[in-house]
């Protein structure tokens, strides 16, 4: 089965780790053999933008929708575009326009990596976060100026969606280790937490044998550094669940290898695969980005597309690469990018 996969580069580093990512899913189906892929690349970002104005062409998403999945980089150069022109005009417009509503990253200590926490156990955790809304509405607004000014922005948490992260953490704990944590704050915030709270404990009776608790994001942020290996699905709003998220690329090592995916439950549009991390653009053009973060990202698609063998493959020859030392600056090597590729490669012919 060929898949016809949509790449955008983006900014920064985006460019460098992604065509790293397409080399090894390339070996990877060349390997399988069931399946291979058809890439695409689009030269959308902010170069794009300075060139024509905007981030991507009036149409990119209708063009977006003729493939099967997106593979994105990074986006921003936040010297030269404001950050809220680019990541709006490209990643969360196609985020949104593509009701990618629910956000999935995994965060689990790898082999060969010991975490900066000396975490005696490990962890394994996955954070589901809601990808749509909540904090990151487009509501508000701001009013009056000088010393009267007020900035008011408002988070709405629909039922539909609120609902929809819940069943999805639900059903993915089933097929792990059957626990729930929902990431509230009932304490402080008064009408969306409370609500989230109830959502959460509704949606929970649909799953008996499936273990819940509820953490204020306080606390939930001080668990993750002191016992993540209490963690196994975690359920978050979308300012939750990102700065959750950038937590758990940090006590796996470094955010350059954090993975995650941008899932349209339904089906109907595609899925977008892109990295935790940004573009990076304190070490950009240097070739010693960590390619960690896209591969694993690389990883999740195939999953999704139901290769999980070949996806434990790649995690498998990623660890093998860390374990031998060879580890790009943000791991505390001395590795570039294309030497840690390279031994990806070579330990996907060798399995
Ligand atoms: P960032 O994730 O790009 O960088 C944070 C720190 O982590 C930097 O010191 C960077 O060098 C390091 N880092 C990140 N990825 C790395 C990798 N693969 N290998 C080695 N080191 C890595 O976050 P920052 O600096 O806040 O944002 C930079 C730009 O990226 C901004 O324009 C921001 O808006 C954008 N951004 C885009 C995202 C996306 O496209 N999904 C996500 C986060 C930020
Ligand atoms: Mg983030």
């Not at 580890?327 to 590795?335: I, R, S, Y």
Request: contains cysteine.
């Amino acid at each position: 089965k060929t898949y016809r996969i949509a790449v955008i580069p983006g900014d920064g580093i985006g460019k460098e780790v992604v065509p790293a990512a397409i080399d090894v899913l390339n070996k990877v189906a060349l390997l399988d053999g069931r399946f291979q892929f058809e890439w695409t690349t689009f030269p959308w970002g902010c170069d794009y933008y300075l060139e024509t104005g905007s981030m991507m062409p009036e149409n990119g998403i209708e063009i977006l929708k003729q493939y099967d999945q997106i593979f994105l980089g990074a986006v921003g150069m936040p010297e030269l575009v404001p950050d809220h022109i680019s990541l709006w005009g490209l990643l969360i417009k196609i985020r949104r326009e593509m009701q990618q509503s629910i956000n999935v990253r995994p965060a689990k200590l790898l082999q060969g990596l010991p975490s900066p926490l000396r975490q005696p156990n490990g962890f394994d955790f996955i954070v589901v976060r809601e990808n749509s809304e909540g904090e990151y509405a487009e509501s508000g607004g701001r009013i009056h100026s000088g010393q009267d000014e007020i900035a008011i922005q408002n988070a709405i948490f629909t039922r539909k969606g609120t609902e929809r992260a819940m069943r999805y953490a639900f059903e993915l704990a089933k097929a792990r280790r059957q626990h729930v944590t929902s990431a509230t704050k009932s304490n402080g915030i008064t009408y969306s937490m409370p609500f989230w709270d109830e959502v959460f404990s509704e949606i929970g009776k649909e799953y008996e044998d499936v273990g819940k608790t509820s953490n204020h994001i306080d606390a939930l942020a001080d668990f993750l550094v002191m016992k993540p290996d209490n963690f196994d699905v975690i359920v978050a709003s979308n300012l939750f669940g990102d700065i959750l998220t950038d937590l758990g690329g940090a006590i796996m090592g470094s955010i350059g290898i954090a993975p995650a995916a941008n899932i349209n439950t339904e089906g109907v549009f595609p899925s977008m695969f892109e990295p935790v991390h940004g573009s990076a653009p304190d070490i950009a053009g240097r070739g010693i980005a960590n390619p960690i973060g896209q591969i694993w990202t690389g990883k999740m698609m195939l999953d999704f597309l139901g290769y999980e063998e070949a996806g434990t493959h790649i995690l498998n020859s990623i660890e093998s690469t860390l374990t031998q030392g060879i580890k790009t600056p943000d791991l505390g090597g001395t590795a570039t990018l294309r030497e840690v590729t390279d031994a990806v490669l070579q330990y996907l012919e060798s399995v």
